[in-house]
């Protein structure tokens, strides 16, 4: 068998991804098909489901990952272009022993990747090191598998539509002309209330904005749509339909924290003393939020496969993360699918008032930055966190290592991690008021600079 190495930096915490033509190709996507037909065939499996998002270079992907797959004689379904959500449904709905979906998920459109599941979990961690070590081996299974192509696309918007309790919005939806358009299309037109839809076109171009709701500049269409027309909320998508963003009726952003804390709110009531988890990234106000309603809240890695892998250890019902992967085991799969994420997030605005502009003022209040992201070479960022770790503790300071380094002081916290996305750092700070978070801010740059690191210039 020939032995193939992929490029060092696409091998990621919990997906594959690269830059088209330069650190990912069809070469690498018909290697990593090998690799991972070899796993499920190894692993008991006959089956995988495949699908892809809206890029340019996609259907390409798509067809050599499937190659790869049937070449080692397990049979694939591919259930065409869609979000990712729709593909981690096929894999229920079919009852697949794995899952590959070609995406570029929130990247620029000149990314691209796969989300995996093995079996009805995620493949993350070891295992997508594991994958690269069979390719580098040769070491893949033969046979002959076949493709068959499935149309799962009405079954998939009667399932998300099976758990609507909601009263009569006026909602603005924005896919930013990513692979979830079509789905939000056909879903609004059997949702009561009034529904307006803009950049429903998929286009791999991203031609109106970039498809990244956690960015507010990205955010400002859907701000003037649900101003024109006066809606009760706007709700944003990603690239692949996995991550949500909300605008209430005044045009303010409601945080992935703050999202799911009104979630929180929903299903406690129905699902007293449950644990619910969110990433190192969220609020302080989020867990003692969580902690007042009754529940558990639980402070994890960042990661949507990690998440998904917490949940099951702790048989969470509910979990989310800054970035807008919102994940519902109660009455769902587990997955972080934004459109059920937006249906479930109308339900509780509804059960608790209708209300969104006084359910995000009733929220505790901190001062707090966006996510600040600044570049850091991919080979270099993770030796930068541990270098700001070891600088820290030597100072004694009371820092939560979970994640990168979320230090804790007088003021409030602050937080610094490295991107498993983006050749990135992620800073976060926290604060009572304007001095304090002043000063936290102060506190990173001054960590960043200790270790060699010039400071973001918003800090």
Request: charge should be negative; charged fraction near 25%.
């Amino acid at each position: 068998m020939i032995p193939h190495n992929f490029h060092p930096t696409i091998l990621r915490e919990y997906d594959v991804r690269g830059i088209v033509g330069e650190t990912v190709d069809v070469d690498d996507a018909r290697a990593l098909g090998k690799a991972f037909g070899t796993r499920v065939k190894r692993s008991g499996g006959t089956t995988v489901s495949v699908g892809y998002d809206g890029r340019l270079s996609s259907p390409a992907f798509s067809e050599a990952l499937m190659k790869g797959i049937i070449s080692t004689g397990i049979d694939v379904k591919c259930v065409g272009l869609g979000g990712t959500p729709m593909l981690y449904y096929s894999v229920f709905e079919l009852d697949m022993d794995g899952g590959v979906m070609v995406t570029g998920s929130h990247n620029p459109p000149n990314y691209n990747g796969f989300k995996m599941m093995l079996g009805k979990k995620p493949c993350f961690g070891k295992a997508i090191q594991g994958l690269g070590t069979l390719a580098q081996n040769g070491d893949f299974e033969t046979g002959d598998g076949n493709i068959e192509y499935i149309d799962i696309f009405d079954r998939y918007i009667e399932r998300l539509l099976k758990d609507v309790d909601m009263q009569d919005f006026k909602v603005a939806w924005d896919p930013a002309n990513g692979a979830a358009g079509p789905a939000v299309a056909a879903l609004v037109n059997k949702l009561r209330g009034e529904h307006i839809v803009i950049n429903a076109e998929v286009d791999g171009t991203f031609p109106n904005h970039h498809a990244d709701p956690t960015v507010e500049e990205n955010l400002e269409q859907l701000k003037e749509v649900v101003r024109d027309h006066n809606c009760d909320i706007g709700l944003s998508f990603d690239g692949d339909g996995d991550r949500i963003g909300a605008i209430d009726a005044q045009g303010r952003v409601v945080w992935g924290d703050q999202m799911l804390a009104i979630m929180a709110g929903d299903l406690l009531q129905e699902v007293p003393g449950a644990p619910i988890i969110a990433d190192v990234k969220a609020s302080q106000a989020f867990f003692d939020r969580v902690e007042e309603l009754g529940g558990e809240p639980i402070m994890w890695k960042t990661g949507h496969s990690l998440i998904k892998d917490k949940m099951v250890e702790l048989a969470a019902p509910l979990a989310g993360e800054m970035s807008g992967h919102i994940f519902y085991k109660h009455k769902f799969y587990g997955h972080d699918d934004a459109i059920y994420a937006g249906i479930r997030f109308l339900n509780a605005i509804t059960k608790q008032g209708g209300d969104l502009v006084k359910l995000k003022d009733e929220l505790p209040q901190a001062i707090n930055t966006p996510e600040l992201r600044f570049d850091c070479d991919d080979t270099k960022k993770f030796a930068v966190i541990d270098d700001v770790k070891a600088w820290l503790v030597a100072r004694g300071a009371d820092v939560n290592t979970i994640d990168g380094v979320r230090v804790n002081t007088d003021d409030g916290w602050w937080l610094l991690r490295a991107s498993n996305t983006q050749a990135v750092l992620v800073a976060r700070c926290e604060a009572a008021d304007e001095a304090g978070l002043k000063r936290l801010k102060s506190a990173l740059s001054e960590a960043l600079m200790a270790c060699g690191v010039s400071a973001p210039a918003d800090l």
